[in-house]
């Protein structure tokens, strides 16, 4: 009797997932802004005049960076198209030294809101002015408007200011998120939130958003809110409507310890998010679904001391990175490793941004000077 046996290969091994065909940009301490291709991993090298950035934030249409210097002064313009400085500008002037608090750039880049304190050398003393708002014409060179900061709540260095799409409401977020009219400057609403959660080291302020992926108009967030009944912190994921004035807020869970930190990160599609739970010896990836409103997987991983996450620009990865010169690639499926992209300088924080690709379009003139 003769037995038949079936010998089965062994599976071919699964395809490393692609990273789409996206730019990554970061602010270097080698002061540059880097252009990484995600599809050959290129890096090319935008050299900076002011020096390394300590934020960069980008225009809504892709087509700027705007780098905000070490020394907190000096703002720099790249240009993403042609990849080159563009404009540099300052509030300070001789005798008076004016440090960035937070910046937003108005969706149509006429121009920036900036909170700033200013200081003042006398003859015997520096004279520490109080904080204020600032609207600045990034055409013109020039200061618009400014109010003198007044609330119950301080400003704080890196805190998060958002505009809405057609720029005529600011957003403040702080411990209250306060919101303002830019045709005055005057503080026309005004919600009760607990401060957002902060992803890695840094300052106070929203941090975990995710603006490359979102709709525009809008941002999606990790908030925490006091439990009236309870009395207890709820974390959650709010989706506010920046031209609305609304936020819709779904709970997740209790809100973590103290010394837990949450990063974020949404998915091109808008259908799932990434969240990064930091605590020393207990690292992990969330996947949450966002249309249901529920953690769908959590995963320990091995970390690092420094971290914060983005999305690929295809989704089908995991960016994690902050500080030094490396980032790890974690597939978004399983949260498997998959390998690491070593840079030749370390990186910047609050200067990462994932941009997908966009239909040419030319760059906003350059201002005058």
């Known amino acids: 009797m003769l037995t038949a046996f079936i010998v089965l290969g062994a599976a071919p091994p699964a395809a490393?997932?692609?990273?789409?065909?996206?730019?990554?940009?970061?602010?270097?301490?080698?002061?540059?802004?880097?252009?990484?291709?995600?599809a050959t991993e290129k890096i090319t090298r935008i050299p900076l005049k002011t020096g390394f950035p300590i934020n960069v934030r980008?225009?809504?249409?892709?087509?700027?960076?705007?780098?905000?210097?070490?020394?907190m002064e000096r703002f720099e313009v790249v240009d993403t198209v042609t990849r080159q400085s563009v404009d540099t500008?300052?509030?300070?002037?001789?005798?008076?030294?004016?440090?960035?608090?937070?910046?937003a750039i108005e969706p149509r880049q006429r121009f920036m809101a900036?909170?700033?304190?200013?200081?003042?050398?006398?003859?015997?003393?520096?004279?520490?002015?109080?904080?204020?708002?600032v609207l600045y014409d990034l055409r013109q060179h020039q200061v618009l408007r400014k109010v003198e900061w007044s609330a119950d709540d301080e400003l704080q260095f890196y805190m998060d200011l958002r505009f809405s799409p057609d720029g005529e409401l600011l957003y403040l977020f702080l411990n209250q998120i306060r919101i303002f009219n830019t045709s005055a400057l005057a503080q026309v609403d005004q919600w009760d939130l607990s401060r957002p959660i902060e992803p890695g080291l840094g300052g106070g302020g929203l941090g975990a958003a995710d603006e490359e992926n979102d709709e525009p108009g809008y941002f999606t967030a990790l908030f925490t809110m006091d439990d009236p009944v309870e009395h207890r912190g709820?974390?959650?994921?709010?989706?506010?409507?920046l031209a609305r004035r609304t936020i819709d807020y779904s709970p997740l869970g209790p809100a973590p310890e103290p010394g837990i930190r949450l990063g974020f990160a949404l998915a091109p599609d808008r259908t799932l998010g990434y969240m990064l739970h930091e605590t020393i010896g207990d690292y992990q990836l969330w996947t949450v679904d966002l249309r249901e409103h529920r953690v769908l997987r959590k995963v320990r991983f091995d970390g690092r001391p420094r971290m914060a996450i983005r999305t690929s620009s295809n989704g089908k990865v995991i960016y994690v990175y902050q500080a030094g010169p490396t980032i790890d690639l974690y597939d978004a499926a399983?949260?498997?490793?998959?390998?690491?992209?070593?840079?030749?300088?370390?990186?910047?924080?609050?200067?990462?941004h994932v941009m997908a690709p966009r239909p040419q379009r030319p760059s906003p003139a350059t201002p005058p000077r």
């Open 89 to 103: 500008f300052t509030l300070s002037e001789p005798g008076r030294n004016v440090r960035v608090m937070g910046f």
């Open 114 to 133: 900036i909170a700033a304190r200013g200081v003042t050398k006398l003859i015997d003393r520096y004279q520490i002015d109080p904080p204020m708002l």
């Open 234 to 241: 709820i974390l959650g994921v709010g989706r506010v409507d």
């Open 334 to 352: 399983d949260f498997k490793y998959v390998r690491t992209i070593t840079l030749d300088t370390d990186m910047t924080y609050g200067s990462f």
């Open 58 to 71: 980008a225009s809504v249409d892709g087509t700027r960076l705007y780098a905000l210097n070490s020394d």
């Open 16 to 38: 490393k997932p692609t990273l789409g065909s996206g730019t990554i940009y970061l602010g270097a301490y080698s002061k540059h802004i880097l252009a990484i291709d995600e």
